[in-house]
């Protein structure tokens, strides 16, 4: 029973927090629908797991609100024979919503502990095109670059050039860009040797730490 009460709030969520908001993209649509959202997120937390809202995973980290997943997803346009690089592997969540848009998917997490729970529930789920991978996500995954598209779950204060340098001809890189306490979606767009810049709504994301993000020590500082 309590299977098809989840999938009833997931066809409420597409409907009311989705669609209701612009999202057009069918593909986007039904890897929401498809997808068990309640899956990602703490046992105390599961019949919030479809609300319009993002939830704390653990260590400092949020599960986003489901339609900012769905609108950075769509964002990237993908057609389904693309690789994919996210940044922030978190919950694993975004990271099963990609492995149905896509051919292939490395994702990158500094946290062990949240790279060894997204690894778990990405295997329950079957979903072997994903790789997920602990490190610095803003150094990327040079080993598996070009990507055709990347996403950044995390608020950057400037797009890490890494990241940029391991987009492929054409492909797109979308990420919140800004200050700690407010960002823009933007998408990038490669063209040769330059970036076509596009700016999108404001959101509000938890840091992106790394070498080429925000410093771990000056956040504890505060």
Do not use: C
Not at 16 to 27: F, H, M, S, T, V
Not at 38 to 53: I, M, N, S, T
Not at 160 to 185: D, K
């Amino acid at each position: 029973m309590a299977t098809d009460a989840f999938a009833e709030a997931r066809k409420r969520m597409v409907e009311e927090q989705l669609k209701a908001r612009g999202i057009r993209d069918q593909r986007v649509l039904r890897a929401m629908e498809a997808v068990p959202r309640h899956l990602f997120v703490r046992p105390e937390d599961q019949e919030w797991a479809y609300a319009d809202g993002p939830l704390p995973i653990g260590y400092g980290q949020t599960i986003s609100q489901p339609y900012i997943v769905a609108r950075m997803t769509e964002l990237l346009g993908l057609k389904g024979d693309e690789k994919v690089l996210e940044i922030g592997t978190g919950s694993g969540y975004q990271a099963a919503i990609l492995a149905h848009l896509a051919r292939e998917v490395h994702t990158v997490e500094r946290i062990p502990e949240l790279v060894e729970m997204a690894r778990q529930r990405l295997a329950k789920l079957g979903l072997t095109n994903v790789h997920v991978h602990h490190g610095d996500g803003t150094l990327g995954w040079p080993e598996a670059a070009p990507y055709d598209a990347i996403l950044v779950t995390a608020a950057a204060p400037k797009v890490p050039e890494p990241l940029l340098e391991q987009l492929a001809e054409g492909g797109r890189l979308v990420a919140p860009v800004g200050s700690r306490g407010l960002q823009y979606l933007e998408r990038w767009t490669r063209e040769g040797q330059t970036f076509h810049r596009e700016r999108f709504e404001p959101v509000a994301f938890v840091p992106l730490i790394g070498s080429y993000g925000w410093d771990l020590e000056d956040l504890l500082a505060e």
